[in-house]
């Protein structure tokens, strides 16, 4: 029944050649590590985020006078496993989150940012992004104290342009703008949750779709990178590859299961991070809760941002490090790829890994100026890591030129 | 044909696949479940001595108008009600023969021809010279129980569950009535 019901389906849309074409005669190399699973991991996270976003939004309100509760009545109390979506949802957003941090990681320590993977790193860097700013409009809808006042801050960040050194005037006339445009106003009230409720739900996951299909679509034109860097030959190397199922579909579906129930162990037994008490508070606009940090996926950037004494240059800083991100692939112009072969770029990788860390757990310390002074060494490092990186593929261009053009 | 080990493999995962998948179904099918204020509106308690004899109290039971009424125990001897011959509830009977010894008894007040609430007319009418209910819609006409006496109603009033917990009417829970549709 099963199989006639399939038949007729293939008849008319040649889905087992699709199949065929996507899943078998796809293929993968052997040698994939552990880090290349996070991908699919990333994914499978945007589905829950989907899923329960959509569950989320029959029940929330996005107006001032009831957000706060919709968002902690209605759908904690009130509605049979409302607390689980909510849960499900706030966790997600951080796994979301950290995985893509993972993926990006792994993606500069193999160099899959380089020929001709170019423009997935690209398209990539733009769905961090938009993840940023989706996490961002996310954050304000409960309604809480720590939405509230992380979003005044968040908004005032622009307004940090009119501490530029030379002119002044259109700096602070665009920072102010660019402010009053996010909030809609001089102050955050309905106007901004309605926006930020608008995009948060709608445009932005949108975008989000269409990027992460092109991100996919540009990984199966371009083939997956793999550790030891360099581009297997689908016909005279067919060994080293394997079809994309069963073999990488079981393995990475048996790690999902790992990440589901590491996943669920937080969402059901360990909630209290992703869902801090403070925010459970109304939102006030006349007292600013005791103490406010951003989200530990922002805390890097903060930090640069507040150890630079001056807020114009702290601000460029954090947006200079976004943009030198996203251009890894002109930055590093090396003919070698992954850092199992680069003993430079590995060294200098570690540099930018552990700076990246440190510098996450400064922002959530008090702003001594100790911490100030090593957060501007840490933010050296990260600059000298991309820096580093011309220095480094002149000198491998050296060496592969001498080796005759083998890498 | 014996199995291999990634055959066990396949089952394994397809296995868990299939209960998270259904983990995921169970808790997204029920935050389409009534909601925990509409669970506390499915039961609604009333102080009988807060009824006066002969009077009836409206309140709310799952959003439907509920009424209540304490009548007068000779009421049967003092009146004589001609019921229509199709009048009976779901259980095969008047509701006159289920709630009338009662103390006090619900009804839902939502005339069974078209929805219309029904007025209640302690001292009768010109017409009907009994206590009875009566729908200014299209002119139904019930007895206090419910039992449909004349006009358009094709059926007796519903009655919800309820008990008698003390000194106290519980409507929500089923008791004397489980539920008369």
């Known amino acids: 029944m099963l199989k006639k019901l399939l038949d007729w ?7 087992k050649d699709l199949y065929r074409e996507q899943m078998i005669d796809y293929k993968v190399p052997k040698n994939l590590t552990f880090p290349y699973v996070f991908g699919v991991l990333a994914l499978i996270t945007f589905v829950i985020q989907i899923v329960s976003g959509v569950i989320l939004i029959m029940y929330y309100k996005p107006v001032m006078a009831h957000a706060f509760d919709s968002a902690n009545y209605t759908i904690m109390k009130e509605i049979s496993f409302g607390w689980l979506f909510r849960h499900i949802h706030a966790a997600g957003a951080n796994f979301f989150l950290a995985i893509v941090y993972l993926h990006m990681f792994t993606g500069i320590y193999y160099n899959a940012y380089k020929k001709p993977r170019e423009l997935v790193w690209i398209v990539g860097w ?3 992004f938009t993840l940023l700013t989706t996490a961002l409009t996310g954050y304000l809808l409960p309604w809480g104290q720590l939405s509230y006042w992380g979003t005044v801050v968040t908004t005032e960040i622009p307004a940090s342009l009119a501490d530029a050194p030379i002119l002044k005037g259109i700096f602070t006339a665009i920072g102010e703008t660019i402010s009053i445009w996010m909030k809609g106003g001089y102050k955050l009230e309905d106007l901004a949750l ?6 948060h739900v709608l445009l932005l996951p949108l975008i989000l779709l269409g990027l992460v299909s092109i991100h996919l679509f540009l990984v199966r034109a371009a083939g997956i990178s793999n550790p030891e860097g360099y581009e297997i030959d689908k ?3 067919s060994e080293k590859l394997a079809p994309f199922h069963p073999y990488i579909t079981l393995k990475e579906g048996a790690i999902a299961m790992w990440y589901l129930a590491l996943f669920f162990f937080f969402v059901f037994f360990n909630m209290s991070h992703f869902l801090p008490a403070d925010n459970f508070e109304p939102a006030d606009p006349l007292k600013t809760p005791p103490h406010i940090a951003p989200e530990w996926y922002l805390l890097g950037f903060y930090e640069v941002f507040r150890s630079i004494p001056s807020k114009f240059w702290g601000f460029v800083a954090f947006n200079l490090i976004l943009i030198l991100l996203l251009l890894l692939p002109v930055l590093d112009f090396s003919p070698l790829k992954s850092a199992r072969r680069r003993p430079l770029f590995f060294v200098m990788f570690l540099v930018f890994l552990f700076s990246s860390m440190i510098l996450t757990v400064l922002g959530t310390m008090a702003p001594t100026p100790t911490n100030a002074q090593l957060g501007m060494f840490f933010t050296f490092l990260v600059f000298l890591f991309f820096l580093s990186l011309p220095v480094i ?6 060496w592969y030129r001498a080796r005759g053009g083998k890498s | 044909m014996e199995a291999s080990r990634r055959d066990f493999i396949h089952v394994a995962l397809g296995g868990m696949g299939a209960v998270g998948a259904l983990g995921v179904l169970y808790p997204i099918l029920k935050t389409l479940a009534p909601s925990a204020a509409s669970v506390t509106e499915a039961k609604v308690e009333i ?3 807060s009824v006066p004899e002969l009077g009836m109290r409206v309140t709310s039971w799952k959003g439907k108008p509920l009424f209540i009424l304490k009548l007068p125990s000779d009421i049967t001897q003092k009146y004589t009600y ?5 009048s009976k509830n779901s259980a095969g009977k008047l509701n006159q023969e289920i709630l009338r010894d009662k103390p006090v008894f619900a009804l839902i007040g939502v005339c069974t021809h078209l929805g219309c609430i029904p007025l209640w007319k302690p001292k009768g009418s010109s017409d009907v010279k009994a206590p009875y209910l009566h729908c200014p819609c299209h002119g139904g006409l019930y007895t206090p129980w419910g039992d449909n006496i004349g006009g358009p109603p094709p059926r007796p009033l519903f009655v919800p569950p309820q008990k008698i917990e003390g000194n106290k009417l519980v409507v929500g829970e089923p008791g004397f009535v489980k539920e008369l549709v």
Do not use: M, N, P, Q
């Open chain 1, 9 to 15: 389906l293939d008849e008319r849309t040649h889905v």
């Open chain 1, 126 to 128: 733009v769905i961090y």
């Open chain 1, 194 to 199: 309605g926006r930020f409720f608008g995009l």
């Open chain 1, 235 to 237: 016909k005279s190397e």
């Open chain 1, 393 to 398: 593929s002149f000198l491998e261009w050296g």
């Open chain 2, 47 to 49: 102080a009988i001595d």
């Open chain 2, 82 to 86: 001609k019921v229509k011959k199709e």
